[in-house]
């Protein structure tokens, strides 16, 4: 059973397009983050929920909006979409907040945007 | 701010040697310190979490160690095989803030 399930595993858009990329786990875990590698395959925090609420949000355009309908889903949606956006996506989940717990990640959205 | 660097970028060994991976963070204020593996176009794989107050964690062939004062996380793999390449991450924790992500070491396991 997959536990941190993304799809699509490949999303190639053109420039100004809207897209989504929806996560989904099966952990039972409380706290869901997105996080960014670029190609340089630095691994960076963009989001996480705690209980489909948003608890960190760091630097990232607004044309970012992640949106968690369930404690079990965090999807992001990329509006006008950006040469500079693309990078692997990653969703990740941990049982509690940020302290303590192991985190699990997706496989990862490669998006490329032309 | 916290800052995660790990040493070396890449490492080539022959198989059945035993390898060190080195992971330093500047704020030794650290919750915990999670190793990852990343094989190429996947995600990640957890490998071990250590706690503040834990001096190491052991899993099969894999030993990660902790010196919080020191600011110094390894991970020892022994016996190593061609399975084992792949680029490993260290994340440190420092409370209610996102996981810090070093750029990871790139290991190649020559069979």
């Known amino acids: 059973d997959t536990a941190v399930s993304q799809t699509p595993k490949y999303l190639v858009t053109q420039m100004g397009n809207d897209k989504s990329i929806k996560c989904e786990q099966n952990?039972?875990?409380?706290?869901m983050y997105w996080y960014k590698q670029d190609s340089k395959k630095f691994l960076k925090i963009m989001f996480s929920?705690?209980?489909?609420?948003?608890?960190i949000n760091e630097t990232v355009p607004n044309r970012f909006s992640p949106k968690s309908p369930d404690k079990a889903h965090l999807n992001l949606h990329i509006n006008s979409l950006e040469l500079g956006d693309s990078a692997v996506y990653f969703c990740?989940?941990?049982?509690?907040?940020?302290?303590?717990?192991?985190?699990?990640f997706g496989p990862g959205t490669r998006l490329t945007v032309t | 701010k916290q800052e995660v660097t790990q040493i070396p970028a890449a490492l080539s060994v022959p198989e059945g040697e035993n390898l060190v991976l080195n992971c330093s963070f500047t704020?030794?204020?650290?919750?915990?310190l999670q190793w990852f593996r990343q094989d190429p176009g996947k995600g990640l794989t957890s490998l071990l979490l250590?706690?503040?107050?834990?001096r190491e964690q052991t899993s099969g062939r894999l030993n990660a160690s902790l010196d919080k004062s020191s600011g110094r996380s390894t991970l020892y793999i022994a016996a190593s095989q061609p399975g084992d390449s792949a680029t490993y991450l260290c994340?440190?924790?420092?409370?209610?803030?996102?996981?810090?992500f070093g750029k990871g070491t790139r290991l190649s396991v020559i069979a």
């Open positions: 990740a989940s941990s049982r509690g907040g940020l302290t303590t717990y192991e985190q699990y």
């Open positions: 250590i706690q503040s107050s834990q």
């Open positions: 929920y705690n209980n489909k609420e948003l608890i």
């Open positions: 704020d030794s204020a650290i919750y915990n």
């Open positions: 994340a440190v924790n420092s409370g209610n803030t996102p996981l810090v």
């Open positions: 952990l039972g875990h409380d706290t």
